[in-house]
Each structure stands twice: as C-alpha cells, then as structure tokens.
C-alpha cells in the first residue's frame, strides 16, 4: 500500500496554554533523549528544566514568556512530529508559523537537535528583560471564515498611519506589531468584533523593523556554521521553497536572523505555496494546542482548496475525512501515530 503524503506545519509561540499544560508528560515517551538534553543545558544556566515546568501548575507569566514557551513548544513539536508513522507517511515538506520557523528548521534537518534548542533559547530569551513593543491580533472574517477585502485595506491603512506593522498574515487574522503606544490606539479605533482586537500577551513585536537591534545581536551570538541543507524541503514566511539539493546555506543563514524577524511573517502563503507545490494527501499540525487550525480552514477557503468554500464546508470536510490532521486532537492524532 502506497504511503500518504502529508506536509508537516508547526506552531508558534501561544501555543503552549492552560489547555495544552501537561502535554509533554502525556506525549513526550518519543523525546526522553532530547528533553533529557534539553534539561541539562537548561539547568546550566540555572532555568527550570522543560520537565519540570511541563508538570507544574500553569502560570501565564512563567509558561508564556519567551525563555520558557519557546524550548517547551519546540519539545512538544519535536515529540510529536517523531510520532509520526512514517511507515505509513511520506513527509513531503515543513513549513511553521512564525516561531514555528525555528521548528521547521529543526525537523527538516537545517540543524540538528542541539543547535536547534541554541537558536530557540537564545532567540527565545534574547527580550528576557525588556520586551520590545508588542503584538496584537485582528479579525478580517465574516461568519463564513471569508476575508472582506475591503475592510483589509481600511485596516491596513489605520495600521500604517499610526506607525505600527503587519506582523503575520494568518489566514483570516492579521496580527500587528508596534510600539504600545500605537497598539494601544489600534485597540480603541479598531471595530469591535468578537474579542478582536485583542493584545497577545508576553509577544514583543516580532517580525517588524522594531527588532532590527535583535537580528543583529542574533547575528553575533550564533554562527552560519550551525545551519546545513535540509534533508526534507522547507517552504518559509515568504513561500520561498528551501530543497536539500539547492539550498544557498548563507542564504538560510541570512534570512532566518535578518529577513525573518524584521519583515511580515506571511504564514497565508506559506500554507498556499505548501498545499498547492506540494499537493499533500493530509497536513499535519504539530502540537501542542490547536490554534492555527482556524487560520489554515481558512487559507483553505481563500484558495478553495478542496472545494472548500466556508467554515461550514470546512467543518464538514473535517468530520467526514480530515485534510488538516492536529496532532493536539487526540482523536486526529491517533489517525497519524
């Protein structure tokens, strides 16, 4: 029997919640090797191991800032992406969300395990003391998870003329970078909707030119050395297609700690340019969480992948036979383990 492909997307930084607390100890048997590791460094610059925090009651100020989430949502991915039954799942290619790049990364073979956790920790902690600006998110959708073009631009006016970003096109959500004093103006003049707009909490304003400062101390702290060609594609924040035979390794290098963190993260066409190079059976989001399955339902609809053209034919699709597969569902995550 021939094996299903399925491309791999993994999450970013929000992911590791309340909800999802707890999610190494019931998943982690795959990555007692790595967490180990993992541990071991974290404890030499004297941090609470991820085992640790991973079993503690969940606290929105320690589980959510950026030298914590980011190596507990990179073990979770790594856990569960080992999960996966390759004996009936070809991986045909890795995209991610953000952070999610990082973990791309790392499970494509750009790095190995080791500089994977170096480039998360360090680019997890760099805004340890001081976060710079902040991020909130803003709904574009109608009832039927369908863009209102016209309002985007509305929208994307206002964020321009109070000096803030596009930070990541999230299917259906913008997510918007600045200083606060320009988030706090968006958070008045935006329409209600829902709970839009709302500030995400512990996020700097990643992906704007805010973190210039960043990229060049990422710069300095971590080698073109650490990053090699990949041994499955990669598809990144531009939709930019990164193979094992053709990639340019400074290039990487380059747009990973200069491009990435200073420019819009468009995760839309990253999932766009994913599905449609890629033609997957199934995409599989890693854990932990769920919630970038919203966003890709609604980058499905926006190409009318499937003939999926609402939240109600996308919910349908989901129930009688899932294209996205969320390994942090676990009645869809016993369909790939």
């Known amino acids: 029997m021939a094996k299903k492909r399925i491309v791999v997307i993994c999450p970013g930084r929000g992911t590791y919640t309340r909800e999802t607390s707890g999610y190494l100890a019931a998943f982690g048997s795959s990555v007692k090797s790595q967490i180990a590791y993992m541990d071991e460094q974290r404890k030499l610059v004297g941090n609470t191991t991820l085992t640790d925090l991973d079993s503690m009651p969940f606290r ?7 030298e914590h989430a980011s190596p507990l949502i990179y073990a979770c991915s790594l856990a569960d992406f080992l999960s996966i039954d390759q004996e009936k799942y070809e991986i045909t290619a890795i995209t991610g969300n953000s952070m999610g790049w990082y973990i791309a990364l790392a499970l494509s073979g750009a790095l190995s395990h080791e500089n994977s956790f170096s480039l998360i920790s360090t680019m997890g902690s760099m805004m340890k003391d001081s976060i710079i600006g902040g991020q909130l998110i803003y709904s574009l959708v109608d009832e039927n998870w369908r863009v209102d073009e016209a309002e985007k631009e509305s929208v994307l006016i206002e964020i321009k003329n109070v000096g803030a970003y596009v930070s990541i096109y999230l299917g259906g959500y913008l997510v918007i970078g600045g200083e606060q004093s320009a988030l706090d103006t968006l958070l008045k003049t935006l329409p209600a909707k829902d709970n839009y707009p709302f500030q995400l909490p512990f996020h700097a304003a990643f992906h704007t030119p805010l973190l210039e400062p960043i990229s060049q101390k990422a710069f300095e702290l971590l080698p073109q050395s650490i990053f090699q060609k990949p041994t499955i594609p990669l598809v990144d924040g531009q939709g930019h297609i990164w193979s094992p035979y053709s990639s340019d390794i400074e290039e990487l290098y380059r747009y990973t700690l200069g491009h990435q963190v200073t420019n819009a993260y468009d995760f839309s066409t990253a999932v766009t340019v994913t599905m449609k190079e890629f033609c997957p059976d199934n995409m599989v989001l890693l854990g932990p969480g769920n919630s970038l399955g919203g966003a890709i339902g609604q980058i499905m609809i926006q190409n009318h992948w499937l003939d999926v053209d609402s939240k109600k034919s996308f919910s349908s699709h989901q129930k009688n036979d899932p294209f996205l597969i969320s390994m ?10």
């Open 328 to 337: 942090g569902m676990k009645a869809q995550r016993e369909l790939v383990c």
């Open 60 to 66: 929105a100020n320690i589980h959510m800032s950026g």
